[in-house]
């Protein structure tokens, strides 16, 4: 009940389009939901979280939609660069293990002129 | 402020050795987290320590293995290697008030000749 399903595993998108990334879950005990970026040579960075009590949070580009009954959450990029070209990551973890992040598979997000 | 460090960068080993890999957090930051990332697996939970204690711990073998110093640096060790070991090792820290932001090193690569 630890996994955490993320599609697709590659997207190409054109500069300025929209880029959506869909993630999810099974463990109910969830209740916190990251999005990482990370670069080659690169750790992963913290992009953007929801916690299960909303069911959206935008950060400039970047916005989550969160399905708590159908138990999925997605990352929207709105009008993607080609610097956004990167792997995506979805993690989820719950309170008390917070730093105990368990990941999905990943999205290479390749943004085209 | 510095990010979190990690060494070395890059690492080769034969089969049978054992190998040491390093984390200095972020000043402040007393939780660091082990993270083993490969193509098959994804990004996988090893160990999370606070306060030079084990707080939280993946389903790996117990050829992995890890401590946490008075200074908050931690040390990950791996023994016995194996092919499969082969990986991005990633450390990440946090501070205690905002458990859940993880900031992640550039990681260790090693490989298991």
């Not at chain 1, 990370?38 to 909303?54: N, W």
């Not at chain 2, 402020?1 to 000043?27: D, E, M, N």
């Not at chain 2, 996988?44 to 640096?73: A, D, H, I, M, V």
């Not at chain 2, 931690?74 to 499969?84: A, F, I, K, P, Q």
Request: with cysteine; charged share 15%.
């Amino acid at each position: 009940q630890q996994q955490v399903k993320q599609s697709p595993q590659s997207l190409i998108v054109q500069k300025g389009g929209i880029s959506i990334i869909n993630c999810a879950y099974e463990n109910t005990a969830f209740d916190y939901f990251p999005w990482y970026q990370q670069f080659p040579g690169k750790g992963p960075a913290l992009l953007i979280a929801i916690r299960p009590d909303v069911s959206e949070k935008k950060e400039g580009r970047f916005t989550i939609s969160f399905n708590k009954s159908a138990k999925q959450f997605s990352l929207h990029i709105m009008d993607s660069q080609p610097g956004d070209s990167a792997t995506y990551f979805c993690a989820a973890s719950t309170t008390g293990t917070a730093s105990k992040l368990t990941f999905g598979t990943g999205t290479r997000l390749q943004v085209t002129l | 402020k510095a990010g979190v460090t990690q060494t070395p960068r890059y690492l080769i080993k034969t089969r049978g050795q054992q190998v040491t890999l390093s984390c200095s957090p972020i000043s402040g930051h007393r939780s660091v987290s082990w993270y083993q990332q490969t193509p098959g697996q994804g990004l996988q939970f090893l160990f999370e320590y606070f306060s030079e204690t084990q707080r939280n711990k993946g389903n790996f073998p117990g050829r992995f293995s890890g401590r946490q110093f008075s200074n908050s640096r931690s040390e990950m060790n791996v023994s016995t290697l194996e092919l499969g070991d082969s990986a991005l090792y990633l450390c990440a820290s946090t501070l205690p008030s905002q458990e859940s932001r993880q900031y992640f090193g550039p990681g260790t690569r090693l490989t298991v000749l």
